[in-house]
């Protein structure tokens, strides 16, 4: 294994990082922080004539205030599926349909509500710290084949070195989501 097979490996390894963040990213933007926003309703699928259709491709999505959330279907007929696919995904907001466009009421949150939330974004957290571990694993693995492949022994031990350091950022980027998105739950 040549030193740029090492590079390419130290790559991948970090673009699949990236992606384990991403995905972090993703999934705490679904959990609400108290202020209504439109990620919220992504992942909802509607019935939209037999099809799954995410939500926002089947009307559009505005922030009217802090707390509310509107959606006004393109077709007037869509609304009773979109009402069921709300309801349906347990989001925890129930839907306010007034024959022309659905509003979306976000309670405020609740101390108790809010260390539930604190809980669910350190268990996506925790999934991303295990993702990023197992890329590590993953990459060590490799450096360890090349090295019964003919790699130096210093060549495997710095590319380990890099794979860790690479795992250690990766790491604390994970605590630092976790950080600011529990304290986006917890204030008032």
Known sequence: MSAEEVSL???LTEDSMKKAISHLEAELAKVRAGKASPQML?????DYYGSPTPINQVGNISVMDARTITIQPWEKNMLQPIERAIIASNIGINPQNDGNLIRLFLPPLTEERRRELVKRAQAEGEHSKVAVRNIRRDAI??????QKNGLSEDAAKDAEADIQNITDRYISLVDKHLA?????IMAV
Not at 42 to 46: F, K, P, R, S, T
Not at 141 to 146: L, S, V
Not at 180 to 184: F, G, H, I, L, Q
């Open 9 to 11: 490996t130290l790559e």
């Open 42 to 46: 992504d992942g909802i699928m509607v």
């Open 141 to 146: 693995e490799n450096i360890k084949k090349a």
């Open 180 to 184: 600011s998105k529990e304290k986006d």
